[in-house]
């Protein structure tokens, strides 16, 4: 599935854009600051969602959407309102807003409100068995889940790094990972891990298993 970025803030775009590259179901199509260029690439590019950081007030937002859903009417718009906004979501469902979510939902409930935006057709391309971790390699994905190197987690379970690394490769492949980030987040959609309880440092560290 295909996703526009549009939002102010530099750093969030590029945070967004690093964790949906990482999703192999996943393409950017790109980045945009400014409603005007917003409304300009989706209307040529047609990405399946638009994934809003509202740069304005809701009011002006609701106009923007409206337009949106106009120039590219196969995009799903999602927004991320801040904290505190004052949200009118029967205006902004009426203008066309498929859904949003708070700015503090996390990347578990980011991805999965993404992906449940995509065309069936896409969906359905998708879907795929995932094989089940061992006790190990799940015992494993909860300490990287956690933050936790490779030595806390070897230190926590009485084995070695190596022996850490080797489970990691083993669930990478099975997952489908690309990241220690995105064997988490594939673990948790497929349900076989539990996600970390709210506070913790999930996906903190996302170097290689290496």
């Known amino acids: 599935m295909t996703v526009l970025i549009a939002g ?3 750093l969030l775009r590029d945070a967004l854009t690093e964790l949906l590259q990482a999703q192999p179901d996943i393409c950017v199509l790109g980045q945009t600051a400014g409603e005007h260029e917003t409304l300009r690439k989706a209307a ?23 337009t949106l859903r106009r120039l590219s009417p196969c995009s799903a718009v999602l927004a991320l ?10 205006a902004l469902e009426a203008a066309g807003l498929r859904n949003y979510l708070p700015r503090d939902a996390g990347w578990t409930a980011l991805l999965a409100a993404v ?23 799940t015992e494993v994905l909860r300490g990287v889940a956690t933050a936790m190197t490779n030595q806390q987690i070897a230190s926590g379970l009485g084995i070695t790094t190596g022996t850490v690394k080797r489970h990691l490769h083993a669930a990478f492949r099975k997952l489908d ?17 539990i996600p970390p309880a709210p506070g913790s440092a999930c996906g903190a560290e996302t170097l290689d298993v290496g």
């Open 44 to 66: 040529a590019l047609e990405p399946h969602v638009v994934l809003m950081e509202p740069w304005a007030k809701w009011s002006a937002v609701i106009r923007t959407v409206r």
């Open 177 to 193: 990972a690309v990241s220690r980030l995105d064997a988490v987040t594939q673990a948790v959609a497929a349900g076989l891990l």
């Open 8 to 10: 102010e803030t530099a």
């Open 115 to 137: 992906r449940s935006l995509a065309p069936a057709a896409v969906q359905d391309a998708v879907k795929r068995p995932v094989p089940a971790l061992s006790r190990r390699e």
């Open 81 to 90: 309102p801040s904290r505190n906004a004052v949200v009118d979501r029967q």
